[in-house]
């Protein structure tokens, strides 16, 4: 039997390998012309420039002013208090024992409060009598202690305790 002329097949029978190969490629071109096509259509950056306010002449004779930020956490007049060291057990058994040194930032005016101070440890003590050491333990756990008794002080202290600072702190 004679093999007609417009047969694809080869004495080996790769004719359709080179077909694919040409058909990948051909394919691989369009993603790839698609894809840049999009990259520059929608992901290039925008050439809107920002609107940029004119700007009117300051008289030379006027004084700059100065803005009022404040830099600290607390006034410049507020007074610090320090406490004396509050040793309790933790938790209902008090199987634990801690040791905090604190202080409390007020105004000048409640500063000579002793009965204030007297309230603030006492709110404090109670306070670490009711968590357990597993509350606290960790940098997270002695970041929602200082905001807790940041709280506390300032509620106990009617105006007048504007925070308070930790110096000192020994979990046993």
Known sequence: MAKSPTSTTT?????????????????????????AGFAFAFLRPSTVEAVVPKLEPVEAHEPATTSKVQTNRFPADAVEVALDPIVTGLGPNADRKMRLEASIIMTKEGATSTTLRTEVVEDIVVFLNSIKAEEISGARGLQNLREDLDDRARIRGRGTVLGMLISGFVLE
């Open 11 to 35: 004495k080996g029978g790769d004719a359709g390998q080179p077909s694919l190969v040409v058909a990948l490629l051909i394919v691989t071109l369009i993603a790839s012309g698609a894809g």
